[in-house]
């Protein structure tokens, strides 16, 4: 089955105390990217990447690193989390560029206290 | 500046109605694409149409419809005779090289 899979899904931590989401998709897509929903804000990209070991800087990208070392994988690393980070996370990935629809998974709600 | 303005945040309609759902975007560009979204109550982002900038056709898909108007930067979505099932977020997003902005979306209630 063709998903993007986040991990975890829930997470309440501490500030300043560095986390990783990962994200894995299984369609051989070229471009994967991150977003924060925020209620009345609604979908913020924060980065994305079009392929292996390119990534660019989305809307919000303060306070966020990612990498991609392989085609599937897309992790999202928090070095010293925030409260206003606390917020629903979603990874989504689509062939080639951003002028594909993307599947999204199902989200990492963070709580940062 | 908001780049893509959904300008109702909250929308009822008895079920059986007719809703339209109000995208206006911003961009300089000439080449772009817009897309609707739609997020139940369960929370997951479901892809509902593409749009690219070049194609001002209109579409329906069953019960949904858009209407793109370049003219007036806008990308409309009209559910027709709605259904319980309708009730959800939906988000009008605009990609402009390869970047995404979304818009604040729409909750729309469907009332049986």
């Known amino acids: 089955e063709a998903q993007v899979t986040q991990n975890p899904r829930y997470l309440i931590t501490v500030t300043g105390k560095k986390l990783t989401v990962t994200c894995s998709q299984n369609?051989?897509?070229?471009?994967m990217s991150w977003y924060r929903q925020d209620p009345g804000l609604g979908l913020r990209q924060i980065y994305y990447s079009m392929n292996v070991e390119v990534t660019d800087k989305g809307d919000v990208p303060e306070g966020y690193k990612v990498s991609r070392k392989e085609k599937r994988n897309f992790p999202l690393i928090l070095e010293s989390p925030s409260p206003n980070q606390t917020s629903l996370y979603f990874c989504a990935s689509s062939h080639r560029g951003g002028n594909q629809p993307q599947h999204f998974g199902d989200g990492t709600r963070l709580s940062i206290l | 500046a908001q780049k893509v303005t959904q300008a109702q945040t909250e929308i009822s309609v008895v079920e059986k109605e007719d809703v339209t759902l109000d995208c206006v975007y911003e961009?300089?560009?000439?080449?772009?694409?817009l897309f609707w979204y739609k997020q139940p109550p369960s929370g997951e982002l479901v892809f509902l149409i593409r749009?690219?900038?070049?194609?001002?056709q209109n579409e329906i898909s069953g019960r949904y419809s858009w209407n793109f108007q370049k003219s007036t930067s806008s990308f409309n979505f009209t559910i027709t005779a709605s259904q319980v099932v309708d009730s959800a977020v939906y988000f009008c997003?605009?990609?402009?090289?390869?970047?995404?902005?979304f818009g604040t979306g729409t909750s729309l209630t469907v009332i049986p």
């Open positions: 369609m051989n897509h070229e471009y």
């Open positions: 749009r690219n900038s070049f194609d001002e």
């Open positions: 961009t300089r560009d000439t080449t772009y694409y």
């Open positions: 997003a605009l990609s402009e090289w390869n970047q995404f902005y």
